[in-house]
């Protein structure tokens, strides 16, 4: 079978804030660069982000540096984070974030004329450089024009079917293009992952339809070791109606913009559960958490900017107890802040122009004037490729990863903003060190047998036709049972029994048929999906099942508490002789200079 | 539920296309491109249509739903009347691929050839620059495009004349302006923008910005004031007199 084939230095799969900035760093470094994207060039999931990008410029606080956004990550992540990659976060994101103004970024403004930042849960200080609440529109689209004038070669709306070994080192990749149906063959010396996320695997996600954890799987299948994959965040505040919107959306900014979060009562009820650990941060009353919000340096932090993890759970547990709002959510309401500001809707419209917009359009609801009705969304996956922390490679030599689908980082828990100066702090760093590594090593040789075997496994489904079975329907019969039993509060019978299920689910995708011509043939690429959407689902559920206890964004009812054994360990899942194997690996010691940071912040 | 009949423009082997009928059930809340979907988990598998976000934030998926270019996730279906059937067919100014899908990348071809953002050398004590909220903010109003092409499908200039080799179309007068009025831009634009990107042929119908999903002023605040300096520097009297004196 013979392939177009395209050679690059360094081969990066995945377009989004990740792989645009592992573009631009592996250009600028002289080699030649291949860009396989999804869909559209500037359309990957980035481009959803909302509130901002966390850096320690300081501009809004002068206490803030980048020790307090160190120890506030470790903090959020539950101390089981790779340090050193969120040392290196935080030491670099200022940096990457004022780069982004000299390639065209327009930040929102401080009154001296500064990169404007801005709350969110879990950090201390006002951190998240920002655009009004579209900051990942402006992410992606600084580096896409950027990248457009540097030489890189961009292939939109392909698809990586596998990745291809020689010799146990990362050589290529075969890609079906989406528009013609037709498989095209990349050799490269050196491959970047930067695939994003995985939240299509559960039936509520403010994922698009593209996180179907492909670089996870990719990985997994060339025998990459995935780490932390129990952890994934349910971001407290999706859009719960109508129910085609379910899942999209609203910004943790409200919150950080004066939001309340109340139930069916009229009740505050962030006031009532506030973790030991974040007392000494937290306002003792509304009116404090107000003056938090405006700026008020002396004030403490809103109960409502406590970390993701905890927020989803004590709304789950309002829903639960009876007290939630009609359509299954509490109220998320901003428009209460017309009795402290005049103008309040103007402001509000300034502040949050995306969600005044999605509300009024795709609800009939002016968030200026009425309560939003929000509740948990899968959001984001702590989990991912385990990667070198500085190098950003991966256990298979010159296979790297970055972004959303690597791990370590985020721990068990990952702070809103974290993502967007992650994306940008190591897409840099994968895109330097590919490079290095392209221009060290020789040309991988990818071989013709190879690539015709992953082209046979793709093409299957149209042998079984449309009588094999209908794809969509597996992929929605999978969301809900990771909806169902590996979700936000998780128990051991229930994940046993979703194990058992993606059995059956894998053997149905394995018939999974389509009919038609190859060309832009949305059944088929379903059908093509299901099978990385099955491998991290796999993980996620064997990995949770491991964890016995709750951490960060991982809640088990039949471990409650955090325990010790775990504190210090990593659940690591590799592809083994029988299938998916799960074992426990300890986080190397953090040295003393970073225990004391930690230390020191804990006041 | 109500009943809804949705007639969907399908393409031919052969490269023409037809529109083809499907009666389907629609559930409060619903937008089109639900019922898109619906139709292609239930009746037609291989109905290809392009979208991401479903949020309105990443502008694939444009299409005219009932002759009029809009965004298939942010048009509720109770909006529309479901008396008659709902007509969903692709952009009708770029050439077809599949279905509901187009090819649409002149627009990125296009864009690469627009000069890049120079920023002046940096004047803040930190390295970096000091710009005012209100200095940027007409900016940022072109920033938040999203480039769905929405624009580009209604203008005429494209879609009935053809000009695709002389006129950049609004969505990249949008980031012409946007670079322009960048504070910190230092390049300058307005000999391109008078000689290959054809400025001159829009006539200011305002279609552009009437189906703009992000409520841009196309327009008003990128088209007109990019015109302005385009004729100041070319036509006003003044100055030309001055330049005969100059040069």
Same mark, same amino acid.
């Given at each position: 079978?013979?392939?177009?084939?395209?050679?690059?230095?360094?081969?990066?799969i995945?377009?989004?804030?990740?792989?645009?900035?592992?573009?631009?760093?592996?250009?600028?470094?002289?080699?030649?660069?291949?860009?396989?994207? /999804?869909?559209?060039?500037g @359309?990957?999931?980035?481009?959803?982000?909302?509130?901002?990008?966390?850096?320690?410029?300081?501009?809004?606080?002068?206490?803030?540096?980048?020790?307090?956004?160190?120890?506030?990550?470790?903090?959020?992540?539950?101390?089981?984070?790779?340090?050193?990659?969120?040392?290196?976060?935080?030491?670099?994101a200022?940096?990457?974030?004022?780069?982004?103004?000299?390639?065209?970024?327009?930040?929102?403004?401080?009154?001296?004329?500064?990169?404007?930042?801005?709350?969110?849960?879990? %950090?201390?200080?006002?951190r998240?450089?920002?655009?009004?609440?579209?900051?990942g529109?402006?992410?992606?689209?600084?580096?896409?024009?950027?990248?457009?004038?540097?030489?890189?070669?961009?292939?939109?709306?392909?698809?990586?079917?596998?990745?291809?070994?020689?010799?146990?080192?990362?050589?290529?990749?075969?890609?079906?293009?989406?528009?013609s149906?037709?498989?095209?063959?990349?050799?490269?010396?050196?491959?970047?992952?930067?695939?994003?996320?995985?939240?299509r695997?559960?039936?509520?996600?403010?994922?698009?339809?593209?996180?179907?954890?492909?670089?996870h799987a990719?990985?997994?299948?060339?025998?990459?070791?995935?780490?932390?994959?129990?952890?994934?965040?349910?971001?407290?505040?999706?859009?719960?109606?109508?129910?085609?919107?379910?899942?999209?959306?609203?910004?943790?900014?409200?919150?950080?913009?004066?939001?309340?979060?109340?139930?069916?009562?009229?009740?505050?009820?962030?006031?009532?559960?506030?973790?030991d650990?974040?007392?000494?941060?937290?306002?003792?009353?509304?009116?404090?958490?107000?003056?938090?919000?405006?700026g008020?340096?002396?004030?403490?932090?809103?109960?409502?900017?406590?970390?993701?993890?905890?927020?989803?759970?004590?709304?789950?547990?309002?829903?639960?107890?009876?007290?939630?709002?009609?359509?299954?959510?509490?109220?998320?309401?901003?428009?209460?802040?017309?009795?402290?500001?005049?103008?309040?809707a103007?402001h509000?419209?300034?502040?949050?122009?995306?969600?005044?917009?999605?509300?009024?359009?795709?609800?009939?609801?002016?968030?200026?004037?009425?309560?939003?009705?929000?509740?948990?969304?899968?959001?984001?996956?702590?989990?991912?490729?385990?990667?070198?922390?500085?190098?950003?490679?991966?256990?298979?030599?010159?296979?790297?990863?970055?972004?959303?689908?690597?791990?370590?980082?985020?721990?068990a828990?990952?702070?809103?903003?974290?993502?967007?100066?992650?994306?940008?702090v190591?897409?840099?760093?994968?895109?330097?060190?590919?490079?290095?590594?392209?221009?060290?090593?020789?040309?991988?040789?990818?071989?013709?047998?190879?690539?015709?075997?992953?082209?046979?496994?793709?093409?299957?489904?149209?042998?079984?036709?449309?009588?094999?079975?209908?794809?969509?329907?597996?992929?929605?019969?999978l969301?809900?049972?990771?909806?169902?039993?590996?979700g936000?509060?998780?128990?051991?019978?229930?994940?046993?029994?979703?194990?058992?299920?993606?059995?059956?689910?894998?053997?149905?995708?394995?018939?999974a048929?389509?009919?038609?011509?190859?060309?832009?043939?949305?059944?088929?690429?379903?059908?093509?999906?299901?099978?990385?959407?099955?491998?991290?689902?796999?993980?996620?559920?064997?990995?949770?099942i491991?964890?016995?206890?709750?951490?960060?964004?991982h809640?088990?009812?039949?471990?409650?508490?955090?325990?010790? !054994?775990f504190?210090?360990?990593?659940?690591?899942?590799?592809?083994?002789?029988?299938?998916?194997?799960?074992?426990?690996?300890?986080?190397?010691?953090?040295?003393?200079?970073?225990?004391?940071?930690?230390?020191?912040?804990?006041? | 539920?109500?009943?809804?009949?949705?007639?969907?423009?399908?393409?031919?082997?052969?490269?023409?296309?037809?529109?083809?009928?499907? %009666?389907?059930?629609?559930?409060?809340?619903?937008?089109?491109?639900?019922?898109?979907?619906?139709v292609?988990?239930?009746?037609?598998?291989?109905?290809?249509?392009?979208?991401?976000?479903?949020?309105?934030?990443?502008?694939?998926?444009?299409?005219?739903?009932?002759?009029?270019?809009?965004?298939?996730?942010?048009?509720?279906?109770?909006?529309?009347?479901?008396?008659?059937?709902?007509?969903?067919?692709?952009?009708?100014?770029?050439?077809?691929? @599949?279905?509901?899908?187009?090819d649409?990348?002149?627009?990125?071809?296009?864009?690469?050839?627009?000069?890049?953002?120079?920023?002046?050398?940096?004047?803040?004590?930190?390295?970096?620059?000091?710009?005012?909220?209100?200095?940027?903010?007409?900016?940022?109003?072109?920033r938040?495009?999203?480039?769905?092409?929405?624009?580009?499908?209604v203008?005429?200039?494209?879609?009935d004349?053809?000009?695709?080799?002389?006129?950049?179309?609004?969505?990249?007068?949008?980031?012409?302006?946007n670079?322009?009025?960048?504070?910190?831009?230092?390049?300058?634009?307005?000999?391109?923008?008078?000689?290959?990107?054809?400025?001159?042929?829009?006539?200011?119908?305002?279609?552009?910005?009437?189906?703009?999903? !992000?409520?841009?002023?196309?327009?008003?605040?990128?088209?007109?004031?990019? /015109?302005?300096?385009?004729?100041?520097?070319?036509?006003?009297?003044?100055?030309?007199?001055?330049?005969?004196?100059?040069?």
């Amino acid at each position: 079978m013979a392939h177009d084939t395209y050679t690059y230095d360094v081969l990066i799969i995945g377009a989004g804030g990740a792989g645009l900035r592992a573009a631009i760093e592996a250009a600028n470094a002289g080699v030649s660069v291949g860009l396989i994207c /999804k869909s559209l060039l500037g @359309k990957a999931h980035t481009v959803m982000a909302e509130g901002g990008m966390a850096a320690a410029l300081s501009h809004n606080d002068d206490r803030d540096n980048w020790k307090v956004h160190f120890a506030d990550t470790m903090r959020g992540g539950q101390y089981v984070n790779n340090w050193r990659m969120a040392e290196i976060h935080a030491k670099e994101a200022p940096d990457r974030v004022r780069e982004l103004e000299a390639w065209g970024a327009v930040f929102d403004r401080t009154p001296d004329g500064r990169i404007n930042q801005r709350n969110f849960g879990g %950090h201390r200080y006002p951190r998240l450089a920002h655009v009004g609440d579209r900051t990942g529109l402006e992410l992606i689209r600084t580096l896409q024009d950027h990248t457009i004038h540097l030489g890189v070669t961009v292939h939109m709306e392909h698809t990586v079917v596998d990745l291809v070994l020689d010799g146990g080192r990362a050589a290529g990749a075969l890609a079906y293009d989406r528009q013609s149906g037709r498989f095209h063959a990349f050799a490269a010396k050196a491959i970047i992952l930067a695939t994003g996320g995985i939240g299509r695997a559960y039936s509520v996600t403010s994922n698009s339809w593209e996180g179907t954890g492909d670089g996870h799987a990719l990985a997994y299948r060339v025998g990459a070791e995935l780490i932390d994959m129990e952890f994934v965040q349910f971001h407290p505040t999706g859009m719960v109606w109508p129910p085609s919107v379910k899942g999209i959306l609203v910004t943790e900014g409200v919150r950080g913009e004066g939001g309340i979060l109340k139930n069916s009562d009229g009740r505050r009820f962030m006031f009532d559960d506030i973790p030991d650990n974040y007392k000494p941060q937290t306002a003792s009353d509304a009116e404090e958490g107000w003056r938090y919000t405006q700026g008020d340096k002396s004030a403490r932090r809103p109960p409502e900017l406590l970390t993701r993890d905890h927020v989803a759970r004590c709304i789950n547990r309002e829903v639960k107890a009876g007290r939630g709002s009609p359509h299954g959510g509490v109220f998320l309401d901003i428009a209460w802040i017309k009795e402290k500001l005049p103008n309040a809707a103007e402001h509000i419209k300034r502040k949050l122009p995306s969600m005044y917009h999605q509300f009024m359009q795709l609800a009939n609801l002016d968030i200026t004037k009425e309560p939003m009705e929000v509740g948990p969304t899968t959001h984001y996956v702590m989990g991912g490729v385990r990667v070198d922390a500085d190098s950003q490679m991966s256990t298979v030599p010159g296979l790297f990863a970055a972004g959303e689908c690597a791990s370590g980082i985020n721990g068990a828990n990952r702070l809103g903003g974290n993502s967007l100066s992650d994306l940008i702090v190591f897409g840099k760093r994968a895109g330097e060190y590919a490079a290095e590594y392209a221009r060290k090593n020789p040309a991988a040789r990818v071989s013709d047998e190879a690539l015709a075997r992953v082209e046979r496994t793709a093409l299957e489904p149209f042998e079984r036709g449309a009588s094999g079975e209908n794809p969509y329907m597996v992929q929605k019969d999978l969301q809900q049972v990771m909806q169902a039993l590996v979700g936000i509060v998780r128990q051991e019978s229930e994940m046993r029994e979703a194990v058992q299920t993606l059995q059956q689910l894998k053997a149905r995708a394995a018939r999974a048929g389509v009919s038609g011509g190859r060309d832009y043939h949305a059944g088929w690429h379903t059908a093509l999906d299901l099978r990385n959407l099955l491998t991290v689902s796999e993980a996620i559920a064997l990995s949770a099942i491991e964890r016995r206890e709750s951490r960060g964004g991982h809640f088990r009812e039949d471990y409650p508490d955090k325990a010790a !054994e775990f504190s210090t360990i990593n659940m690591m899942v590799k592809e083994g002789a029988g299938g998916m194997q799960v074992t426990r690996v300890p986080i190397p010691p953090i040295p003393d200079e970073l225990t004391q940071v930690i230390e020191e912040q804990k006041s | 539920m109500s009943a809804a009949t949705f007639k969907i423009w399908r393409t031919l082997p052969g490269g023409d296309g037809t529109f083809q009928t499907f %009666h389907t059930e629609v559930a409060d809340g619903m937008v089109v491109l639900d019922v898109v979907h619906k139709v292609q988990a239930e009746q037609a598998p291989d109905l290809a249509v392009r979208w991401n976000c479903k949020a309105g934030k990443c502008g694939s998926c444009s299409a005219e739903i009932n002759g009029t270019p809009r965004l298939m996730c942010m048009t509720r279906m109770d909006e529309l009347n479901l008396w008659e059937p709902v007509t969903v067919e692709p952009m009708r100014a770029f050439p077809p691929i @599949k279905d509901l899908v187009t090819d649409v990348s002149w627009n990125f071809r296009v864009k690469k050839g627009i000069t890049k953002f120079t920023p002046r050398t940096p004047d803040a004590p930190d390295g970096t620059w000091r710009m005012a909220q209100r200095d940027v903010d007409r900016v940022q109003e072109f920033r938040k495009c999203i480039e769905c092409f929405l624009c580009q499908d209604v203008c005429h200039v494209l879609r009935d004349h053809g000009k695709f080799d002389e006129f950049i179309g609004p969505r990249f007068f949008v980031y012409t302006a946007n670079l322009e009025m960048n504070p910190l831009d230092t390049a300058d634009r307005v000999p391109e923008l008078k000689h290959d990107k054809g400025i001159g042929y829009c006539n200011i119908t305002k279609c552009c910005t009437t189906v703009c999903p !992000e409520h841009i002023h196309i327009t008003d605040n990128a088209i007109i004031p990019l /015109k302005e300096r385009v004729v100041s520097r070319y036509y006003d009297p003044i100055t030309r007199l001055l330049r005969v004196f100059t040069s």
